[in-house]
């Protein structure tokens, strides 16, 4: 085989794998977005759900998913900075940093599912708090712990040393070092890594099917272990009805509702990274 | 008081830290405790291959190999695939496009695992079940096409951070010596970023073998193994798809729910033992370097 007639099949197999790639991609969102958008209605995004979620809309669904993400990443945040500032100002030796970051990418690899049967087993069953989305809220913060660490320990880490050294030598204490100079870097770098978390975690179904939702004739939890009913768990729900045309029907609507929320936090996750990448020490 | 805030603020940060900790190790010492009735009373019989609670059967060998076939085939789908998109969006297409082709495919990849089981029930289960003349379309195949699509957006954006960072004057040199981009690649690019392609194509496979919710939809939840065992286009059964249909069934405490724990624990030592392992790989490379 000549060297020109390789060299044109390679250029020949890149165009054909990217032509797919990129054809998988488009079909995709237009699928999405074309299916949702026939669903889409203001009293779609409005009603409750009605009939095994065939019928209604989905405005429970949006409540409890937006509460389930709130309340993860009220739990996780200032455990996240609290562990980023430890790991970054205190911890000096190499051996324990090195477990830590086992533990932390070990934590991150953990299947979903896995995140689910440990909170059944501990949440539910263990401490006995039954099927709620505050148990959904706990364990979606542990999912998202990993990222908010990463992302803040690095912002933290690109502080260089000298603005350390000047704070501590003011004669200001370690703690109000870390107050003045770390913990605004750390503040922006966690909320960076939030953001992305959060993307993840609203879209979650495994993790929290068995632990916080119910599925019908849910409306806003009057206490903290209530269970509330998700945008996720509703698509799969009807997903398994997909004969009926119409609960198909919602959950392509569904499914648009919650590719947009996921896209508001990656979208301002993306900008404020490449915000925050122009800052120069 | 200034002493009293010193503390104060360094037990805040102890305090999170041993807690994330503690955290971690939980997940995995109660997920072992809570399997170990399973190991204990069924033993190897684990690693048979009838699943019946009924009879207190519980082998687990249909869903490894479940899981197994359908994430080889989403590998051996998305790693080419993957791959040579990277070199299109890495060498190819002019600079000031990457980015924002970049940005469109790390979107993609954040969209959530149970839409793409409802884009798998409604288009492809449909499709595989008319391409093969099947009376259910939800097969190992069509979930490995899935898992594939899926975790095509973490393999051609890894990939070509892998190529993208290495320094132009490699290709300058290559290129000044008549070699066609073909060969460019192949003698000069490849071998500078094959490894780090390895730790992407790793990272992926440990997402494969985790995900849960689109293969479950899709892949026929039937604990078999095929029979010849390479007839991908009969229903099977993954790890983690019988996860998430029968722990909600299984009652909790009983013999039944230990043995779900145990295949759960089992899968979770392997997403772990990759996870390190890919850890342990990428800081020996940065060493290197």
Same mark, same amino acid.
């Given at each position: 085989?000549?060297?020109?007639?390789?060299?044109?099949?390679?250029?020949?197999?890149?165009?054909?794998?990217?032509?797919?790639?990129?054809?998988?991609?488009?079909?995709?969102?237009?699928?999405?977005?074309?299916?949702?958008?026939?669903?889409?209605?203001?009293?779609?995004?409005?009603?409750?759900? &009605?009939?095994?979620?065939?019928?209604?809309?989905?405005?429970?669904?949006?409540?409890?998913?937006?509460?389930?993400?709130?309340?993860?990443?009220?739990? &996780?945040?200032?455990?996240?900075?609290?562990?980023?500032?430890?790991?970054?100002?205190?911890?000096?030796?190499?051996?324990?940093?090195?477990?830590?970051?086992?533990?932390?990418?070990?934590?991150?690899?953990?299947?979903?599912?896995?995140?689910?049967?440990?909170?059944?087993?501990?949440?539910?069953?263990?401490?006995?708090?039954?099927?709620?989305?505050?148990?959904?809220?706990?364990?979606?913060?542990?999912?998202?712990?990993?990222?908010?660490?990463?992302?803040?320990?690095?912002?933290?880490?690109?502080?260089?040393?000298?603005?350390?050294?000047?704070?501590?030598?003011?004669?200001?204490?370690?703690?109000?070092?870390?107050?003045?100079?770390?913990?605004?870097?750390?503040?922006?770098?966690?909320?960076?890594?939030?953001?992305?978390?959060?993307?993840?975690?609203?879209?979650?179904?495994?993790?929290?099917?068995?632990?916080?939702?119910?599925?019908?004739?849910?409306?806003?939890?009057?206490?903290?272990?209530?269970?509330?009913?998700?945008?996720?768990?509703?698509?799969?729900?009807?997903?398994?009805?997909?004969?009926?045309?119409?609960?198909?029907?919602?959950?392509?609507?569904?499914?648009?509702?919650?590719?947009?929320?996921?896209?508001?936090?990656?979208?301002?996750?993306?900008?404020?990274?490449?915000?925050?990448?122009?800052?120069?020490? | 008081?200034?002493?009293?805030?010193?503390?104060?603020?360094?037990?805040?940060?102890?305090?999170?830290?041993?807690?994330?900790?503690?955290?971690?190790?939980?997940?995995?010492?109660?997920?072992?405790?809570?399997?170990?009735?399973?190991?204990? *009373?069924?033993?190897?019989?684990?690693?048979?291959?009838?699943?019946?609670?009924?009879?207190?059967?519980?082998?687990?060998?249909?869903?490894?190999?479940?899981?197994?076939?359908?994430?080889?085939?989403?590998?051996?789908?998305?790693?080419?695939?993957?791959?040579?998109?990277?070199?299109?969006?890495?060498?190819?297409?002019?600079?000031?496009?990457?980015?924002?082709?970049?940005?469109?495919? *790390?979107?993609?990849?954040?969209?959530?695992?149970?839409?793409?089981?409802?884009?798998?029930?409604?288009?492809?289960?449909?499709?595989?079940?008319?391409?093969?003349?099947?009376?259910?379309?939800?097969?190992?195949?069509?979930?490995?096409?899935?898992?594939?699509?899926?975790?095509?957006?973490?393999?051609?954006?890894?990939?070509?951070?892998?190529?993208?960072?290495?320094?132009?004057?490699?290709?300058?040199?290559?290129?000044?010596?008549?070699?066609?981009?073909?060969?460019?690649?192949?003698?000069?690019?490849?071998?500078?970023?094959?490894?780090?392609?390895?730790?992407?194509?790793?990272?992926?496979?440990?997402?494969?073998?985790? *995900?849960?919710?689109?293969?479950?939809?899709?892949?026929?939840?039937?604990?078999?193994?095929?029979?010849?065992?390479?007839?991908?286009?009969?229903?099977?059964?993954?790890?983690?798809?019988?996860?998430?249909?029968?722990?909600?069934?299984?009652?909790?405490?009983?013999?039944?729910?230990?043995?779900?724990?145990?295949?759960?624990?089992?899968?979770?030592?392997?997403?772990?033992?990759?996870?390190?392992?890919?850890?342990?790989?990428?800081?020996?490379?940065?060493?290197?370097?």
């Amino acid at each position: 085989m000549s060297r020109k007639l390789k060299n044109n099949l390679f250029k020949g197999s890149i165009y054909t794998a990217s032509f797919l790639s990129i054809a998988m991609l488009l079909f995709l969102i237009s699928t999405l977005i074309g299916k949702g958008v026939s669903a889409m209605s203001w009293e779609f995004l409005t009603s409750e759900s &009605s009939d095994f979620g065939s019928k209604g809309g989905i405005f429970y669904q949006i409540i409890g998913s937006l509460l389930l993400t709130l309340s993860a990443a009220i739990i &996780s945040f200032p455990l996240a900075l609290g562990m980023a500032i430890y790991k970054s100002e205190y911890i000096r030796k190499n051996a324990f940093q090195n477990i830590t970051n086992t533990l932390i990418y070990s934590l991150n690899g953990i299947p979903s599912i896995i995140f689910g049967i440990f909170g059944l087993i501990f949440f539910v069953n263990i401490l006995n708090m039954g099927i709620s989305w505050f148990v959904g809220g706990i364990i979606l913060a542990i999912m998202i712990l990993p990222t908010i660490i990463l992302s803040s320990y690095q912002s933290i880490n690109s502080i260089p040393v000298s603005y350390r050294e000047n704070a501590a030598s003011l004669g200001l204490t370690k703690w109000q070092v870390i107050h003045t100079t770390i913990i605004p870097r750390a503040i922006n770098g966690g909320f960076t890594g939030l953001l992305i978390g959060l993307a993840r975690a609203i879209g979650e179904t495994a993790p929290i099917m068995f632990i916080a939702t119910a599925f019908s004739g849910v409306t806003f939890p009057n206490s903290f272990l209530e269970p509330v009913s998700s945008l996720p768990t509703h698509i799969l729900a009807l997903a398994q009805q997909a004969t009926n045309p119409q609960a198909l029907q919602n959950a392509w609507g569904s499914s648009l509702v919650l590719i947009i929320l996921v896209f508001i936090f990656s979208i301002s996750a993306l900008v404020r990274r490449v915000q925050y990448s122009k800052i120069k020490y | 008081m200034l002493a009293f805030q010193n503390k104060i603020g360094k037990g805040y940060v102890i305090a999170s830290t041993y807690v994330s900790i503690a955290i971690t190790l939980l997940i995995f010492i109660i997920l072992f405790w809570y399997s170990f009735e399973a190991f204990k *009373e069924i033993g190897w019989d684990l690693f048979t291959r009838n699943w019946n609670p009924a009879t207190e059967e519980y082998g687990m060998l249909s869903m490894l190999y479940g899981t197994l076939m359908v994430t080889g085939i989403a590998l051996l789908i998305a790693v080419p695939v993957g791959i040579l998109t990277a070199i299109f969006t890495s060498e190819i297409i002019p600079k000031q496009y990457r980015l924002y082709i970049k940005s469109a495919i *790390e979107l993609l990849a954040g969209i959530p695992s149970i839409i793409y089981g409802l884009i798998g029930i409604a288009f492809f289960s449909t499709w595989i079940s008319s391409w093969f003349d099947l009376a259910s379309g939800r097969t190992l195949l069509t979930a490995g096409f899935l898992l594939a699509i899926m975790i095509l957006p973490t393999i051609i954006t890894l990939s070509d951070d892998a190529f993208f960072n290495i320094p132009k004057k490699y290709r300058e040199a290559s290129k000044g010596l008549g070699l066609y981009t073909y060969e460019v690649l192949q003698k000069t690019i490849w071998p500078l970023a094959k490894k780090n392609i390895a730790g992407a194509v790793l990272l992926a496979l440990g997402r494969a073998l985790g *995900e849960t919710m689109a293969v479950m939809l899709l892949v026929g939840s039937i604990d078999k193994i095929p029979d010849p065992f390479y007839q991908v286009t009969s229903p099977g059964q993954t790890i983690t798809s019988k996860l998430g249909r029968e722990v909600g069934e299984s009652a909790f405490g009983s013999l039944h729910f230990s043995a779900l724990n145990a295949i759960g624990f089992l899968l979770l030592l392997l997403v772990i033992t990759l996870t390190i392992f890919t850890q342990i790989y990428f800081r020996k490379k940065q060493e290197v370097l």
